[in-house]
């Protein structure tokens, strides 16, 4: 059997380290919160620690792993190994971090943005296995999306492919947190949720999410209550309408064998996927729908750290 992979994941409220087989199977895993507004150099030293941890639970050394993944909650230049932005954490601009974790562990490295990452996790260890044209979207802390087209990670000219969640949908919407108004992200992201939340009970309305203290509400109590609270599951049928129409316009355009959602949110299940279903079936080019499938991500909370692993799979393989 070939080496196992280091898979690191950094995301904007979680951070992960493991140690994944070329299979998929997750050896060990270390997780801690990102933390309030910690600088690159300490999420950095963060994942090291983790990942000192993850080996001592495998048992094994550096210098028995073959490559290691970085999956990055933000837009990454891949050909230069390094963070262009990070709308959810600050200082990342420029951030070598290919560099810094290759200076680290030794170990030939490979980052991508997370739903590039996640896209080739699913294509290869998860929902979307033996596919060639995979369509993979976050609905998580932000919006994302990746794109696996002829079997290998479409990328772009500028390694900026797959922002989904920066597309305008909405004419006169939200400002978002790259600064426009208007985008996917803006109405849909989990952060949204929880705001547009909150706003309708500052304008009287009737929710079992009154029990919340309204600094302390989040997506994951909507999500959690849409089942049995009205207020949480017309935000919910919002949201899915929102995101059912983005992948709508996304699918038009590139045509792919199966949709994969994952991130927090869509753990919610049906709460999010059938008013997305319902949104994409509403506005796909019938022709262009025929055969498609919109499916759960099947990696689920490890969609990080196990395409981190796809990514350092790929690396390991060249």
Not at 140 to 158: C, E, F, K, Q
């Amino acid at each position: 059997m070939s080496a196992p992979l280091l898979a690191f994941d950094i995301g904007g409220t979680k951070l992960a380290a493991g140690v994944v087989s070329p299979e998929g199977d997750v050896i060990a895993e270390c997780i801690a919160a990102t933390g309030d507004e910690p600088t690159p150099e300490q999420v950095i030293e963060k994942l090291f620690h983790l990942s000192e941890e993850a080996l001592s639970g495998a048992g094994l050394a550096l210098s028995a792993l073959a490559a290691a993944g970085v999956s990055f909650g933000g837009p990454v230049d891949y050909s230069a190994g390094e963070v262009i932005t990070c709308h959810h954490l600050s200082g990342w601009e420029g951030v070598a971090l290919r560099e810094i974790v290759g200076g680290r562990t030794g170990l030939p490295v490979v980052i991508d943005n997370d739903a590039n990452a996640a896209a080739l996790g699913e294509t290869r260890f998860g929902a979307a296995r033996g596919c060639q044209h995979v369509l993979y979207t976050t609905v998580s802390t932000g919006i994302g999306a990746g794109l696996v087209i002829g079997g290998r990670v479409h990328r772009g000219a500028n390694s900026m492919a797959g922002e989904l969640g920066h597309t305008h949908l909405v004419p006169y919407g939200p400002r978002c947190t790259c600064g426009r108004m208007g985008c996917l992200e803006s109405v849909a992201a989990g952060w949204a949720i929880a705001r547009a939340a909150r706003d309708a009970l500052g304008c009287g309305a009737d929710s079992a999410l009154r029990s919340i203290p309204p600094s302390e509400l989040s997506a994951e109590d909507v999500c959690r209550m849409a089942q049995r609270d009205p207020l949480s599951r017309r935000i919910m049928d919002t949201t899915g309408a929102y995101v059912g129409l983005a992948l709508a316009r996304a699918a038009n355009v590139i045509a792919p064998e199966i949709i994969v959602v994952g991130g927090g949110v869509a753990e919610s299940g049906e709460v999010l996927m059938a008013p997305l279903r319902a949104a994409f079936r509403r506005y796909i080019m019938p022709e262009v729908a025929r055969g498609v499938r919109i499916v759960q991500s099947a990696l689920g909370s490890r969609s990080g750290i196990l395409g981190a692993a796809a990514l350092a799979a790929v690396e390991a393989a060249t």
